[in-house]
């Protein structure tokens, strides 16, 4: 649907912000893009969305529907957000009645708290965010990029964001959106790529052959009863993350580790009871698979 | 579009920036028009003088109430950046609609004229000549170019100054000319027609020179 063909991007005669950049987007997709601060994660959605012109190369099949959430959203505007919402819905071609009914259930599913009737620059920036991100659905977007989508919603804010980015990707929207953390880009993202030195580069996700970064490994106690022996998960190679749940415990190890901790936990008579790949359905199937070979 | 402008209309109304501008315009016709008994060829041109300097400021003004994240996300909504660069100046010039209308009749109670068609006619075209000028030179002080409001209000000075003094070259100081030594409303229509075109002309290049200049900076 949207293909970026060498685009480099550079303010005045400044550095390069974005070198030869090729990136192609499909409908369905869910992309990550991911780099530190200042590496060129928004100039390339201000691009992606037309807000800024390459200084050379072109982005081409750009379509009409563009759903857009900036990474600050700081109004310091005395309209509601319900009539904000309503004046971009108008914008964007509804009618009046027609945008304020799918403003007021964006607004309901997000829990905007301080009221819908609040003025804008009276919304803490969480719940600025939240309008930030109705704006962007309220006609069903054929493209949806959010520039650190995560940052500042509240947890269960977290959960709706997430079920939106499912509902435009199912369909057949595509989404793109940053983050700096790679737990987040991990569980969402169907595809990562990595933006550093102005380059983008694609990383795990099946864009690359389906190479799993990082697997969820869940271990019980054996049918058989026998107590397993404690063990300190984190001092592991890989382990980013152990919780306890239910009776299980959760780990999540890098890909390159997965085969030391899991022999690990064998050794101490751990129980496996499933070893996926976060987030992602599909890939989660196929290393359940692997798993059992 | 007319979603856009109302959108801009309204944003602006709440922020009650549209107020400076407005009080400066009715206190400049309460100045330079009370107890004037001329003819009303020259009474409105004190007024599309006041128009012109109250233009510029609602403008300005206008284009500078929304930051850069926010502008961004109108530009994402409507689709392009032309289109609301386009509401903005409908919007400005839906708000100097209001002032015309003062302008046209509050001279009428601060003196004592005979008011005929011609002069209503002339009055709208001389103000609106004006605004038209006045948003010109607003677009192009605008936030949307200068990052710094001190030397946006600079040039936006010099070229007043500029329009005002350049004898022959800009429509408004041919205008004021004109309408100081008018005798007879009619006889101006048609020549204030020309130029109310000409500065519609020099607000449409001031739109294309800051849509290019933006474009190529963002």
């Known amino acids: 649907m949207l293909r970026c063909e060498s685009v480099s991007k550079r303010y005045g005669r400044g550095r390069w912000v974005l070198q030869d950049v090729d990136l192609e987007v499909s409908g369905g997709d869910v992309l990550a893009v991911v780099g530190g601060n200042g590496s060129g994660k928004s100039t390339l959605l201000r691009i992606l969305v037309g807000l800024s012109q390459p200084t050379s190369g072109q982005v081409l099949g750009r379509p009409q529907h563009i759903g857009y959430v900036p990474d600050r959203f700081t109004a310091h505007e005395r309209v509601s957000a319900l009539s904000y919402l309503t004046h971009m819905g108008r914008i964007r071609g509804l009618s009046g009645a027609a945008a304020r009914t799918r403003a007021g259930r964006l607004l309901d599913r997000l829990a905007l708290v301080g009221g819908r009737n609040a003025a804008l620059r009276t919304l803490s920036k969480g719940n600025a965010q939240k309008v930030a991100l109705a704006q962007a659905l309220l006609v069903e977007p054929a493209l949806l990029v959010l520039d650190e989508p995560w940052s500042g919603l509240d947890a269960s804010a977290h959960g709706v964001l997430a079920e939106f980015i499912g509902e435009v990707s199912a369909a057949g929207g595509a989404v793109v959106f940053t983050d700096h953390r790679e737990a987040i880009t991990e569980t969402h993202a169907t595809g990562v790529f990595a933006i550093g030195d102005g380059r983008v580069s694609p990383r795990g996700g099946p864009h690359s052959g389906g190479r799993v970064t990082e697997v969820e490994l869940a271990l019980t106690v054996p049918v058989t009863g026998v107590r397993p022996l404690e063990v300190n998960w984190y001092a592991l190679p890989g382990v980013t993350d152990a919780a306890r749940r239910d009776d299980a415990i959760v780990l999540r190890v890098a890909r390159e580790h997965s085969d030391t901790v899991l022999l690990t936990a064998l050794q101490h008579h751990w129980s496996v009871e499933s070893l996926t790949r976060p987030g992602v359905d599909h890939a989660s199937r196929v290393g359940a698979r692997r798993a059992a070979l | ?218």
């Not at chain 2, 107020?19 to 020259?42: E, H, I, M, Q, R």
């Not at chain 2, 708000?95 to 003062?102: E, M, V």
């Open chain 2, 1 to 218: 579009m007319i979603a856009l402008v109302r959108y801009m209309f309204t944003v602006m109304l709440l922020s009650q920036r549209y107020l400076a501008p407005l009080l400066l315009f009715v206190g400049l016709l309460a100045v330079l028009t009370s107890s004037d008994s001329g003819p009303l060829a020259a009474t409105y041109g004190s007024a599309s003088g006041g128009m012109l300097v109250c233009s510029v400021w609602l403008t300005m003004a206008l284009i500078g109430l929304e930051d850069q994240t926010h502008r961004s996300v109108v530009v994402v909504t409507a689709g392009s950046h032309l289109r609301v660069l386009l509401g903005s100046v409908g919007t400005a010039a839906l708000w100097c609609l209001p002032l015309t209308a003062a302008g046209l009749v509050l001279p009428l109670l601060f003196g004592s004229h005979t008011f005929t068609l011609a002069d209503a006619i002339l009055g709208t075209e001389a103000q609106l000549t004006c605004a038209f000028t006045g948003i010109a030179i607003g677009v192009l002080c605008s936030r949307l170019l200068f990052r710094r409001q001190g030397y946006a209000l600079l040039l936006a000075l010099i070229l007043l100054l500029a329009v005002l003094l350049a004898k022959g070259v800009s429509p408004v100081n041919v205008l004021l000319g004109d309408l100081q030594n008018a005798s007879d409303s009619a006889d101006l229509l048609g020549s204030t027609a020309v130029l109310l075109a000409i500065s519609a002309g020099v607000l449409a290049a001031a739109v294309a020179a800051t849509q290019a200049i933006s474009v190529r900076r963002s």
